[in-house]
């Protein structure tokens, strides 16, 4: 039995690992004043813990979460960042489990919408793995991967990486499903 406080004295009781992201995927559903809260309170350290899992179902439910605290504004995007997933997104990315490459593009991509975090996750290696994904005939996978190098690219820092390493090429020359369109 393992228990976790999220401020105000309050507690759950979980039976596992996968029991306390349960508790943190129901907060994250609700308003984004709740987000902001859970963020603050600590709730993310146990999600990020959960990337470096051996369990690739419980690395994709965690992804999945940070890319969902990620949309409630610039400060949760730079506050998750700032506590250490960008690597193990990256690592993620060259996963063989497609769903796990699928969530981590989803958090990257929610990641790179703040201007703070584009040139850490490009500097961080993101930017080849992520342009490797468009190889995929996954839709889903390439949308994710698509939106989280349209971030990436609206960072003048990094257009001249993205240049460089052939990702302008790759986009004109790359075939596309219609849900990354």
Request: hydrophobic share 40%; proline share 3%.
């Amino acid at each position: 039995m393992m228990e976790i406080e999220f401020g105000s004295g309050w507690i759950a009781h979980q039976h596992c690992k996968d029991g306390k992201v349960g508790v943190i995927r129901n907060l994250v559903h609700s308003s984004p004043n709740i987000k902001k809260e859970v963020i603050l309170v600590g709730a993310l350290q146990p999600v990020i813990g959960l990337l470096s899992s051996c369990c690739s179902k419980s690395q994709r439910e965690a992804a999945l979460l940070l890319g969902q605290f990620a949309v409630t504004d610039s400060d949760c995007k730079v506050h998750i960042v700032q506590r250490g997933v960008v690597w193990p997104s990256i690592d993620m990315l060259q996963s063989p489990d497609v769903q796990l490459k699928e969530m981590s593009a989803f958090a990257l991509g929610r990641l790179a919408q703040d201007t703070h975090n584009q040139a850490g996750i490009e500097h961080t290696g993101g930017l080849m793995p992520l342009l490797k994904l468009l190889d995929s005939k996954n839709g889903s996978l390439q949308h994710n991967a698509a939106f989280a190098l349209y971030g990436l690219a609206e960072n003048e820092d990094n257009v001249p990486d993205f240049i460089r390493v052939g990702g302008i090429k790759r986009l004109q020359d790359g075939e596309f499903t219609d849900n990354c369109l």
